[in-house]
């Protein structure tokens, strides 16, 4: 994406919300691009853990983690990235809402690391045999016997960014006394 004038930014955010709290400034506009950046290329190859999110036809949405060694998320070139699809929960509600709606938005974390990478795109689904002719691999921590790559989406970027450090500020997440406070205390979220 080119630079955006003040009047592009003025008609590409022209929403009830800007008209009521103020225009996004340039600097946040203009780290907007339409392909990866080499920076964005090396966060995400050292990125163990990404949250995807997709939404069906009737707006319906769904955030589903996903995580393996860092870099277990596959940059192809500067406008696609594929994400292997580790056996899980079979409840496969990120493909169901893609198979119908391909727009998707991802977030990618590095433990300890205050910024973050956002891409949003669209995905097409990959075949497990693709995924061999490609050579993507298993590549988890501590895997388990159910472990296996089953399939994966390939993502074509229309939008990607690096994200400030404002909310990891404000949360304080990476804080050791507070992760070693967390640490080995089993959350029963589903009793």
Known sequence: MAQQTDKDIKKNFDNSFTRKFGFPVRRPVDKIVDELRDTHIEFIQQSPFCVMATADTSG????????????????????????????????????????????????????????????????????????????????????????KVLQGMLVTIDEAYGHCPRAFTFADLWDKDQIDENSGTPKKLND
């Not at 870099?71 to 198979?99: C, E, H, M, W």
């Not at 205050?114 to 921590?141: C, F, H, M, P, Y």
């Open 60 to 147: 319906r949405c769904d955030a589903s983690p996903k995580g393996g060694l860092p870099g277990f998320v596959k940059v192809l070139n500067t406008r696609q990235i594929l994400i292997p699809d580790v056996a899980g929960n079979r409840l496969f509600q990120s493909y169901q809402n893609t198979s119908e709606n391909p727009h998707i938005g991802l977030i990618f974390f590095i433990p300890g690391v205050n910024e973050t990478v956002r891409i949003n795109g669209s995905v097409e689904i990959v075949s497990d045999q693709k995924l061999k002719e490609l050579e993507i691999a298993l590549e988890v921590q501590n895997p388990d016997e159910k472990a």
